[in-house]
């Protein structure tokens, strides 16, 4: 079965950091370009980032200044390290695969990718 189970999110103050995981089964991750997506409050979901098969990694406008994804395909994991988060970052966070097995993905756009988690509510407050 497939399966992508996050972890990592909280309630972080303006400024502060949080690390997300994504730990996947039932695949090999290493066959396949992961992202990261989020979704706040009373908005559509949008890409955050993403890392292909050969660690190539794309972000959505400004994030690549604060946010960094990577993977580790021994332990079939993907993450995303946020720092200096901000009021607006709040959302529930979201990992996803790609559909195709070595898909050339570039900034994450959802009709690339048909797995996904529970996702992992971010909560940034004073």
């Known amino acids: 079965q497939l399966r992508l189970v996050e972890s990592g999110g909280g309630l972080v103050q303006p400024g502060g950091s949080l690390r997300l995981s994504c730990a996947s089964s039932?695949?090999?991750?290493?066959?396949?370009?992961m992202a990261w997506f989020r979704q706040a409050p009373g908005k559509e979901r949008e890409g955050v980032a993403a890392?292909?098969?050969?660690?190539?990694?794309y972000y959505t406008g400004s994030l690549m200044d604060r946010f960094a994804i990577s993977r580790d395909n021994a332990k079939n994991t993907v993450d995303l390290q946020m720092n200096k988060l901000k009021a607006d970052d709040t959302a529930v966070y979201y990992c996803?695969?790609?559909?195709?097995?070595?898909?050339?993905?570039?900034?994450?756009?959802?009709?690339?990718?048909?797995?996904w988690g529970q996702g992992t509510q971010v909560i940034v407050t004073s």
């Open positions: 996803a695969r790609s559909t195709n097995p070595l898909a050339r993905v570039g900034v994450p756009r959802s009709n690339d990718y048909s797995v």
């Open positions: 039932g695949f090999d991750i290493g066959y396949y370009a």
């Open positions: 890392i292909t098969t050969d660690d190539n990694t």
